[in-house]
């Protein structure tokens, strides 16, 4: 009897054993995917560009204009205005951008004792009285420039560039007393010239804001590389135009 009791308890616990090895185990546990460090993407950097904005600027112009050279008695000043439209193409804090505007300009100059009245306008070939010469020139301007900015809170900044002009109107009137009054309309003679080429260099600065817009001062002074007008009385006839101007307008 104690021989069959120890058959059936091996019997029950070998049976037991099967029927635990043979029942379905638990699930694995999801691995987590290793992503290698070299894979993982790097944050996007923005790589600055020369022209990623636009703001434009309406301006009017005041100038300073000097008149001198070898075609007339003695030289000429006076004042000039004028008016343009701006497109800077830098944002704030950009060191170095590019600048450029499309105007026009009126200048004007008188030169006291200046020029005299021809015989043939006097009446008298004998007689050449000596006059004042009113000068009266209009451009129209495109003018590129490299924009260099500084750290200001008032964001001053500096211009180097050129000035390209096309004369509309480039006359003198000669006057004298008790005289007809002479013109001479350069654009209509082989010694005026119609366009115009100046080294210009300048500076800007913010003088405030007007309904949250910037309310900018620019003053530009550039030297002619072109004479308004040349060869007049001979080789050393020529009349240069030095203008120093400022612009006030509103920046958008």
Do not use: C
């Not at 193409?89 to 600048?99: I, N, P, S, V």
């Amino acid at each position: 009897m104690k021989v069959r009791r120890y058959f059936f308890s091996f019997v029950l616990i070998v049976a037991a054993r099967t029927v635990l090895a043979q029942s379905p185990s638990a699930p694995p546990k999801p691995q987590q995917a290793v992503v290698p460090i070299d894979t993982v993407a790097a944050p996007v950097r923005k790589v600055p560009t020369l022209v990623d904005t636009v703001t434009i600027m309406p301006y009017l112009t005041a100038s300073l204009n000097l008149f001198s050279g070898g075609a007339f008695l003695a030289s000429a000043s006076g004042p000039g205005a004028g008016a343009g439209i701006e497109f800077d193409l830098t944002h704030t804090g950009q060191k170095f951008g590019l600048l450029f505007d499309f105007a026009f300009q009126d200048l004007y100059g008188v030169g006291q004792n200046g020029s005299f009245i021809s015989p043939l306008v006097s009446g008298d070939t004998g007689v050449s009285p000596s006059a004042n010469a009113y000068h009266y020139f209009q451009y129209l301007l495109f003018e590129p420039f490299l924009k260099i900015q500084t750290k200001s809170k008032r964001m001053g900044y500096f211009l180097i560039g050129a000035s390209l002009g096309f004369a509309i109107e480039s006359e003198t009137v000669s006057i004298a007393p008790n005289y007809p009054y002479e013109y001479q309309y350069w654009d209509q003679t082989p010694f005026g010239n119609r366009f115009r080429f100046d080294l210009r260099a300048g500076l800007g600065v913010e003088l405030g804001k007007i309904a949250g817009h910037p309310f900018m001062l620019e003053v530009r002074a550039g030297y002619p590389i072109t004479s308004a007008i040349s060869n007049y009385n001979g080789p050393a006839g020529n009349w240069r135009i030095i203008s120093m101007q400022a612009n006030l307008g509103l920046r958008f």
